[in-house]
């Protein structure tokens, strides 16, 4: 290989925080116009390599070489300066501010003022590239998970990035805008542009990747052809010896007979939910099942009381429960883990541990004191639950992996067992071994009596999982399916089929 070809090489990279080693001799290569993915369990160190390529955190030994030069001061401003732009795994836009705003951030041409008139055409040229369409004016914060990520997309195409690290960019898009994000992939490739692409996906990984790094505790297992990989060969250097089952688990039927333990009623919020119905009997497994942007975590939030809602009924544990507020459904033994875990979930500024307890305190105090022995204990044993790494009852979680920041925040919810849980994407940006220890859990709370209301981008989990599903549509619930019964090719129609009739009918 002509070393001009090597955008980005690594030589012997070590990274280690407060004397903790992360990375171990990292050798690596980026060429030009190659999709590279990084593959490995959560915590084996694929973001904190593309953090150090793109200036975001230093290296602690070894060296660094950048078109060819070698890099002794790197930061993210020198990164971007050369041409290497970064994704994060945990986005990180402006909220106030507009999608065009956020794209053109820091490269504005007139610099103070964001209008200058050829901001039109400029986005013109960044959507022409990427493919994805996107009100310029809209507010970044109203938007979803998944529009915000195009707009971190489109923000490195501005940026006319030769280098694009994407830390789990389709982690929260829909099977159909992961292929568009594919097709924009190709299309920068064929631009003789180097893309590193931490996945989790591994058919995401195997479909469009040249090369593939294995990465496992901090290592690299190998780099090789991804001609030469199979879905089984890739798990298999993930997990070394460890070995895994990814097959699905065993559903339970639910008691038969009981009354529903949530009922709800035509549903209506200000939040778009336009008319939802759904029962959840003890010991079963309900999906909601759509297309990102369907209402599906609206209808959840109305549910939980996190959202204002204008009509309709709710019914749980055998009373009305129309008064609903956040604080109200966990007295009530109703619990939520929400999708977007940085914003929402956890409280970075503090440890594991409150973490996990802040809202269980009252089961580890008694008469006036902490029972801090029990509340370790209680998370202690959590952390191997889930295997959550590093296994520190203090850890700091702003430093964890993103895949152990989201096992700390499904733990919190089984401190205590509550009487319905909602998952919002559970098992989003986990690792396999973690994903199943997250289905596991899933089939356990249901097989103790728990309802559980369970929302993924990823049909095939639900169907894997749920006993029933609702399929969810414009702020609706618009039919309800037994899985075993469903194709999902007759699922994706019944999904995709409004907006064909509606489209048609604006075209008549
Ligand atoms: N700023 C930091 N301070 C301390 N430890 C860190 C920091 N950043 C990362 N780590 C640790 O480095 C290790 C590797 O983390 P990294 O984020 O690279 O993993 P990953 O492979 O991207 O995992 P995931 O799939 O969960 O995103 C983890 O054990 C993590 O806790
Ligand atoms: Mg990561």
């Not at 501010?97 to 103070?112: C, D, H, P, S, Y």
């Not at 064929?190 to 593939?212: E, N």
């Not at 010896?241 to 007979?257: C, E, I, M, N």
Request: aromatic letters at 6%; a negative charge.
């Amino acid at each position: 290989m002509n070393d001009e070809e090597i955008y980005v090489r690594l030589i012997d990279v070590g990274k280690e925080f407060s004397g903790v080693r992360v990375l171990r001799n990292i050798n690596l290569d980026f060429r030009k116009g190659e999709i590279h993915a990084l593959v490995g369990e959560n915590g084996a160190g694929k973001s904190t390599v593309g953090k150090i390529a793109g200036g975001y955190y230093s290296r602690s030994s070894g060296d660094l070489e950048i078109f060819g030069e070698a890099v002794s001061h790197w930061d993210p401003a020198a990164a971007l300066k050369s041409g290497i732009a970064m994704m994060h795994q945990e986005l990180q836009l402006v909220p106030e501010l507009t999608v065009a705003q956020n794209v053109f951030l820091g490269i504005e041409n007139n610099r103070g003022s964001f209008l200058t008139n050829d901001e039109p055409a400029r986005l013109a040229a960044v959507i022409e590239v990427c493919g994805f369409q996107l009100d310029p004016n809209a507010r970044a914060g109203s938007l979803s998970l998944a529009d915000q990520q195009k707009i971190e997309i489109m923000r490195a195409i501005a940026r006319d990035a030769k280098v694009i690290v994407m830390d789990e960019p389709t982690s929260s898009l829909t099977a159909d805008e992961a292929d568009r994000l594919h097709a924009t992939m190709r299309r920068l490739r064929a631009m003789g542009r180097t893309i590193i692409y931490v996945s989790h996906f591994l058919d995401h990984v195997l479909s469009i990747a040249d090369r593939v790094t294995i990465m496992r505790e901090g290592a690299v297992v190998r780099t090789g052809s991804i001609a030469e990989e199979t879905k089984a060969s890739l798990v298999a250097g993930m997990l070394g010896d460890a070995g895994a089952d990814v097959s699905y688990l065993d559903k339970t039927p639910p008691v038969r007979g009981a009354p529903p333990l949530l009922s709800v009623r035509g549903l209506v919020s200000d939040n778009g939910v336009k008319g939802a119905d759904l029962e959840i009997h003890p010991g079963e497994i309900v999906g909601l099942i759509g297309l990102v942007g369907s209402g599906r975590t609206e209808i959840a939030r109305a549910i939980f009381g996190a959202d204002k809602t204008t009509a309709g009924a709710v019914m749980f544990d055998g009373k009305d429960y129309d008064d609903r507020s956040p604080r109200e459904s966990v007295a009530r033994g109703l619990a939520m883990v929400p999708e977007d875990r940085r914003k929402q979930g956890l409280v970075l500024s503090q440890t594991v541990r409150p973490n996990m307890t802040l809202p269980h305190l009252g089961i580890f105090s008694a008469g006036g004191f902490m029972k801090t022995g029990a509340e370790r204990n209680a998370v202690r044993s959590l952390i191997d639950y889930f295997g959550v790494s590093p296994r520190h009852v203090d850890g700091d979680v702003v430093h964890y992996s993103g895949g152990n920041q989201q096992k700390v925040l499904l733990a919190k919810w089984i401190m205590e067992e509550p009487k319905l849980v909602i998952l919002d994407e559970p098992s989003r940006g986990v690792d396999l071994g973690a994903r199943r220890r997250i289905h596991e859990f899933i089939v356990e709370l249901a097989r103790k009596g728990a309802g559980v209301l369970l929302i993924s981008s990823e049909i095939e989990e639900v169907l894997g999982l749920a006993h029933r599903a609702y399929l969810v549509r414009e702020g609706r619930t618009f039919r309800e399916i037994v899985p075993e019964e469903q194709g999902m090719d007759q699922i994706l129609w019944a999904l995709f089929h409004d907006e064909q009739s509606k489209t048609a009918r604006s075209h008549s």
